[in-house]
Structure formats: structure tokens, C-alpha cells
């Protein structure tokens, strides 16, 4: 079944580490995005893709940078882990050939900085 | 700027009918999203309008109205399974088609 996944599923670092978070699909959509997810906040945007090599920020991109390589991969890094970005992570694709455009979640990263 | 409201908790009984509600301001209105999402899991598409009326789906409709900035989820028929969030969400023409999500209304079904 084509799906989209995460790893690592739960993390916990510390202060100032490099972290990265990856996902992938098969389902061969083109578009991808990294979300993040507090409580009280809903998900936010961080970075979203539209094709390989295309990268846009989204709406709080600042401490964090991804990478896009490959059409079924978008990788996500933090480059200087701090305790305030420790939240629940989704990755999420779509098609654009799809009239509605829905996006498919993968099943999240806990990240925890302590 | 993009700003969408919805209700922080509802709570129902099972059998009942309950509609969430959802206000929302966008520069460039392009779609309107609803997700469900169970705790600790990932959000799953519900339903999607872009036009003003009502779009039925089984137990769930959603419906829009584009020049009041306003949607509704309804549920009818509540199951004890349908205790989740519910995701409001914009996409936004400006910039770049991103989709925005409220923060969510999480639905206590009781027996």
C-alpha cells in the first residue's frame, strides 16, 4: 500500500545537537511539506516542496533547513537542536493532478531537546 | 495574513449530531480542508470544499460559505470512534498555495 514514512518515530536530544528527520513515500506525489505540531497551536508550516530542488519556506522556517533530492525523499534538519522545538512532527505529501489536493500525513517524529 | 477560528472542545453524546464550526481570513481563498486527527496520530483527510454549499459524505458533511469566511463540519449519527480533533484548514493563493490550519477542536463523543 502506498504510504508515507517517518523516521525516527521519537528522539531525544540535547541542546545545540545537529538532528535530521526523514521521510519518504510511495505514492509518488510531487509536493511534500514538514509540518510541526504543539498543543493549543495546530500544525504549522515549516518548509514545503513542490519538486525536486524546489524548496519554500514556510511559516516558521528560522532554526531549521530541509532537503529535497530526491522525489520520494524530503529530509528535515536542526542544525543547533534548542528546547523550544521540541514538538510532534508530520511530514505530508500530495499530487497536483489530484483536483483536490488533499494532503496524506505521515505518523510523526516526537522530538524532545532537553 | 491568513487568521482561522474554531472551538477549542466540543463534547456530544452517542447518536447525536454535532456541527463545528469554523471562521476563517485569507488574502486568496483557494480551498477549504477538514481532517480528523486521533490523539497522537496523524491527520487524515475528511472533506474539501471550494464552493459555497453543502458536500455530503456519509455520516459527515461540510459546508461553505466563501463571502461570510465561514464552514461547518456536521457528524451525524455520532459513534464513540469519532471522540478526535477536527482540523479547519485554508489553502491561500498568495504565496505560494500553502494550506494553513486552525488549531483544531477536540470532540469528546459520551455514551
Known amino acids: 500500500d502506498a504510504d508515507v514514512t517517518q523516521t525516527p518515530r521519537n528522539r531525544i536530544t540535547k541542546t545545540g545537537k545537529r538532528i535530521m528527520l526523514e521521510c519518504s513515500q510511495t505514492?509518488?506525489?510531487?509536493?511534500m511539506y514538514w509540518y510541526r505540531q504543539d498543543p493549543g497551536l495546530g500544525l504549522r508550516l515549516i518548509y514545503y516542496?513542490?519538486?525536486?530542488?524546489?524548496?519554500n519556506k514556510g511559516e516558521i522556517s528560522d532554526g531549521y533547513s530541509v532537503s529535497r533530492q530526491a522525489q520520494a525523499k524530503f529530509s528535515l534538519s536542526l542544525e543547533s537542536a534548542i528546547p523550544n522545538q521540541t514538538a510532534l512532527y508530520f511530514c505530508?505529501?500530495?499530487?497536483?493532478?489530484?483536483?483536490?489536493?488533499?494532503?496524506?500525513f505521515g505518523p510523526g517524529t516526537r522530538l524532545t531537546v532537553l | 495574513g491568513q487568521n482561522i477560528d474554531q472551538p477549542t472542545e466540543m463534547t456530544a453524546t452517542e447518536g447525536a449530531i454535532v456541527q463545528i464550526n469554523c471562521t476563517y481570513q485569507?488574502?486568496?481563498?483557494?480551498?477549504l480542508f477538514w481532517y480528523q486527527q486521533h490523539a497522537g496520530e496523524a491527520p487524515t483527510f475528511l472533506s474539501y470544499?471550494?464552493?459555497?454549499g453543502l458536500e455530503e459524505k456519509g455520516r459527515f458533511s461540510s459546508f461553505l460559505s466563501r463571502s461570510k469566511g465561514y464552514s461547518y463540519l456536521l457528524l451525524k449519527e455520532l459513534q464513540m470512534k469519532d471522540s478526535a480533533s477536527y482540523l479547519c484548514?485554508?489553502?491561500?493563493?498568495?504565496?505560494?498555495?500553502?494550506?494553513?490550519f486552525g488549531a483544531g477542536t477536540r470532540l469528546f463523543v459520551k455514551a
Open positions: 505530508a505529501t500530495s499530487d497536483r493532478d489530484n483536483p483536490y489536493n488533499e494532503q496524506f
Open positions: 485569507t488574502s486568496g481563498f483557494n480551498g
Open positions: 505514492k509518488g506525489h510531487d509536493r
Open positions: 484548514a485554508v489553502r491561500d493563493s498568495t504565496g505560494g498555495f500553502k494550506t494553513i
Open positions: 516542496s513542490f519538486d525536486v530542488k524546489d524548496i
Open positions: 470544499n471550494v464552493l459555497d
